[in-house]
Structure formats: C-alpha cells, structure tokens
C-alpha cells in the first residue's frame, strides 16, 4: 500500500479528506431531512396571485364570497372541513387569533356538508369573517389542496404570501406566520 | 367381463371412491367443499374490483381510454405521495382522477392536462419531470455518478498499473515481493537440477 501513494503526491491527504467529506455530504443531507417534512410540498402558487374564485357563502348561500373579497387587507384563507381531525386541533388558535389580532380569517368550507359544518362552527366557534362553501372541491383544486388544514396568507393585492401546510399551532403562528404579516405591514408603511 | 367384474369385487373401495363424491372420507370431502368456495369467493371478489376500476372512466374511442391509463399512471397522489392516482384510492386521487377524464373528454392535450396539475401542485405531481434548471440534477445525476464511478475506477486502476510499471519489474513496487523474488531466483536453478528430490530434503534440513 505504501507505493501507490508515494507515487501520486497529494494521495495521502486525499485518503483522509474524501471519506470526511463524503460523510459530511450525507451529514447535511440527513441534517436537512430532519426538518423537513416529505409531505410539505412547496406550492407554486406562493408568490402568485391567489386564483380567482366565487363561491355561495356557508351560512347565507344566497350572498357570494370570492377573491374581491380578500384585496386592500392582509388575510388567511383557512381551508377546512368538519370531517377534518387537524381542523379541531386548530380550532382554538384560530379562535385566538381572530380574537387578538386585525387579520381576518375567511374559511374554505372544504367538500363538507353545509349542515355538518354550520352545526361544527356553532359548537366550537366561528373564528372566520366569512366562510365560503366548496362542496365538491373545485376551489381547492385551483388552490392545489391536497390535505385540510390548509392556510394561505394573502396580501393586499391578492397575492399568496405563503402557503401553511398542516394545522396552525402557535409556534407556527409566532415563528412562520406572524413575521410575515409584520413584514407585508412594515412594507405598507 | 367377467375379470373385470372380480376385480371390482375385490376391491370394493376403489370402485365406490370413482362413483360419487359423497363416498370421499369426511376431511376430503370438507377440503374440497372449502377449496370450491375459495375458488368462487376469489372470482366475484376479482369480478367487483374489476367492475368498479372500469365503471368510473369509460371512453368511447380507445385512444382516450390509452391516454387517461398513461396519465393518471403518470400522476403522483399528493397524500400517498408513493402512489400514482390510478392506483390511489384516496379522495384527492379520486377527484384528480375525474379531473383528467373531464379533460381528455373536453379534448385537452396530454400536456396541458400535466400543466394543469403542475399549476397547481407543483412539479412533484409528475412522476416522469420535465427537464428544466430545476429538475437537470433528476435527469442528469445519475450519469453523472455512473461517469464518476467509471472514472475513479480507471484512475484507480491506471494509477496502480503506472505505479507497477514505473519501478520496471512488478516486484520492484513492494520491497516484500522483491525479497520473495529474490529468494525464488536463488533457489530456482537448485530445482530442476536435482531429478531426485534429494536437493529437497537437503532445502529442508537447512
């Protein structure tokens, strides 16, 4: 073993260098992995203006609530459904945050039953300015749902600032959510 | 037939057993009745899958029906994210599934039905990715390794040959096979020259 390296100059050091970075490379990757969930697909769809919807509203079908209806505020569009095990977990953070701050909350009553999700709303409480109605989805599908809780942050003019994956519980709210509606308001001046 | 005839007297089992199931020893017979229902079970089972797999997207012209196989195959389910959504039974899968049948029936083209999905759910929706900046690492990576892998291979080997051959013999490049060459050469004009063996007892005793 010892001619090789003799040899070529710079082996040696090569010998002790490449396993370490190697492993370093697997390191990260593993490190990186950690915390990051497989089933968080990034949305394309942040950065983009929020698709253009209108849909009869949850509790007065007659009235309409669409994207109109989000512009010139920051807002979350919550998508949920009463079938939804998350969406109860998340319900009390959502009743805090409509209770302690100005960003309204409309709902996106996900492939639900109407009567189902009034009865929901009356029982736990109703966090939302406004819940539309998408019984068979279509909505969600533009929005590219794919799991309820689903959160999208808008900004005023209509644009998906971010895209929560997953029920909100607060140290999403602190870490994730809230620094960027600080941001978009520090922007607005 | 009249051998013929003793011969079923003789034996008297074998030529009931051929008659009639009912004459089989208990166990058999419950073998056979569950093997019968098994066989039954599994094809209506095999029948309702079949059925209700067919039943949703049925195309008139077989193309469309070629088309909505190789996309929805093409298709990942988002919430079992191994899956493709013709193989999904969840409900997004079921709703992407319906998506693509309305498509195709409204005469979209393969690629914007996948356009659709990519809007939407991002490139990972597609399981073959299109080739763009962010998927050339996908498509070119794994030759990349393949390239690496080669080329170590023969650096390693061209570089083993270059050290063998620099010093002229092989031997030279470990000083242990120089010693074992040197030491076979100094035996080696000893053997053949002893027919008799005697030249070995003598290496022995040294």
Known sequence: MNAPTVSVPGARWLKYVLPLAVFAAIGATLLYGLDHDPREIPSPLVGKPAPEFSLPRLHHPEARLGTQDLLGKVSLLNVWASWCVACRAEHPVLLRI????????YGLNYKDERADAVQWLGSLGDPYAASAYDHEGKVGLDLGVYGVP???LIGPSGKIVYKQIGPIDPAVWQKKILPKIRAIERRAG | MRPSDGAAAATPGLHRRDRSEEKWPLPARLVRRAA??????GALLFLSAAESAVELHKFDDPGLDVRFRTLTYELRCLVCQN??????????AKDLRNVVDRMLRDGKSDEEIKTFMVDRYGEFVLYRPRLRPGTLVLWVGPFLLVAAGVGG?????????GALSGGGTPEAAD?????????LSSRAPEMPSDPNGQDRNELGSR
């Open chain 1, 98 to 105: 409509a209770r302690e701050l100005a960003v309204p909350i």
């Open chain 2, 153 to 161: 291979l023969l650096w390693h080997v061209r570089r083993r040959r």
């Open chain 2, 175 to 183: 000083p242990e096979l120089v010693r074992i060459a040197a030491l």
């Open chain 2, 36 to 41: 019968a229902l098994l066989v039954w079970t």
């Open chain 1, 150 to 152: 689903e959160t999208f």
């Open chain 2, 83 to 92: 899956q493709n959504i013709a193989d999904s039974n969840a409900d997004l």
